[in-house]
């Protein structure tokens, strides 16, 4: 019922770039040996606001599948799936849209944000208010307890525990829900029983979190408890009904430091992005030609690293050896841009090797990357079904 599972998703917006690869993979790439972890492609969310140019959806989609890939997102380890061959989704969007207060959505602050930033769209669509509770059935339908998420996210991670919590406070009454709950506690066995009230007494009469805790951890690892006594132990613990959604946190991943070329953050909308496939050819220009400190018009002219962004890639790339070199060889004009430039070159080139070759392997063989999506989402949809089936139930549609 609570698991350890993480689960994130992304816009496809097409091929990823370093600020990408830095701000979320790297971090994917970590929590992938952690936790069971799944990772989609939010196609849905695409069409929420691109929703007028279907064309690019299905490009965006696979270029950003094998970025993943080629990032080292491995599907031995994580379930890589995309959204719409997921329908339950939707089904459970659906179901919570029933209990959903219209101001909860209007209050999200994205909504405002993005109708007044993307002027060139009607966003004031039942599709873009809903948004955030899409995401909500996203992160609800596998009991996620993790989101990894940016900061701008966290509202809607908000939003989907509150949701949950409205969940379970509506449908988690049973008729004979106290009953049921101390019959179930007595199947924990006598020790284990006498733990659990322990544990639930100090919570609710003490506030102490870290029994609560406790005893979540005590149901975690008894095993030969149906899924019903389970749901029903653990909201008895808390003092609520039955927990049917479980509330998930958000892990929040740190803005990406990653600078573009400019040295504004890495951004395809400002068009100073390094892609984690460009040739090497591209990459070695589009540094060669980065800006550098306006005050060396001449190679002669000292410069002030601080007021360059290529310093800034040194901080990402460069041991402190060469940093040292590039902040005395600058200010005393003793190096020239370009020889500034080539450490950085390298090591960007060094980083993005292992990635271009393994995007190539999947590009040769479309079938494999089809066949890692279609795995994954087989395996996405027996999870999402579990939660669907308890929710379909708790809301009266448990017939079939
Ligand atoms: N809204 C997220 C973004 O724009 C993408 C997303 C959709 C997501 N569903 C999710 C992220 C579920 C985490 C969990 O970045
Ligand atoms: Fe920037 Fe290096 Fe040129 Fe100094 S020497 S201005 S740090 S590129």
Request: charged share 25%.
């Amino acid at each position: 019922m609570f698991t350890n599972r993480v689960l994130s998703g992304m816009r496809p917006t097409g091929a990823l770039h370093l600020g990408h690869y830095h701000g979320v993979l790297k971090n994917w790439l970590r929590l992938q040996h952690e936790y069971e972890c799944l990772f989609f492609v939010a196609d849905w969310h695409a069409l929420t606001t691109h929703y007028d140019t279907p064309a690019q959806i299905e490009q965006h989609v696979w270029d950003m599948v094998i970025d993943w890939l080629a990032a080292g997102v491995d599907p031995a380890h994580a379930t890589l799936f995309i959204q719409s061959q997921v329908p339950a989704h939707a089904e459970l969007h659906l179901l919570l849209s029933m209990i959903t207060p219209l101001p909860w959505l209007e209050r999200v602050p994205t909504y405002k944000d993005q109708q007044e930033k993307l002027t060139d769209k009607d966003l004031s669509t039942y599709g873009f208010l809903g948004y955030p509770l899409l995401q909500s059935a996203d992160i609800l339908i596998y009991r996620a307890s993790q989101v990894p998420v940016g900061e701008d996210q966290v509202p809607h991670i908000e939003f989907t525990r509150e949701i949950a919590r409205r969940f379970n406070h509506m449908f988690g009454r049973e008729p004979g829900f106290e009953q049921k709950a101390e019959q179930a506690v007595k199947k924990l066995g006598s020790r284990r029983a006498r733990l659990y009230r322990e544990l639930r007494t100090k919570f609710q009469e003490q506030g102490d979190t870290a029994a609560l805790e406790a005893g979540r951890a005590l149901l975690e690892d008894t095993q030969n408890l149906t899924m019903g006594d389970r749901e029903r132990l653990f909201g008895y613990l808390e003092g609520g009904g039955k927990m049917i959604l479980a509330e998930p946190h958000a892990l929040l991943t740190e803005a990406s430091k990653m600078p573009g070329l400019d040295g504004q953050k890495m951004s395809k909308s400002y068009n100073n992005t390094i892609g984690l496939r460009e040739d090497p050819e591209t990459v070695t220009r589009k540094i060669r030609t980065m800006p550098t400190d306006p005050a060396r018009v001449k190679r002669t002219d000292p410069g002030e690293p601080e007021k360059c962004p290529v310093w800034q890639l040194h901080q990402i790339y460069s041991d402190d050896k060469t940093r040292k070199w590039v902040q005395v060889g600058c200010r005393t004009a003793g190096i020239g841009c370009l020889e500034c430039k080539q450490p950085v070159i390298d090591g960007v080139l060094a980083e993005l090797k292992p990635i271009r070759e393994r995007a190539e392997h999947y590009l040769n063989d479309p079938t494999l990357v089809r066949n890692i999506v279609a795995d994954g989402g087989e395996k996405a949809r027996k999870l999402a079904h579990e939660t669907l089936r308890d929710v379909r139930q708790a809301m009266g549609l448990g017939y079939s």
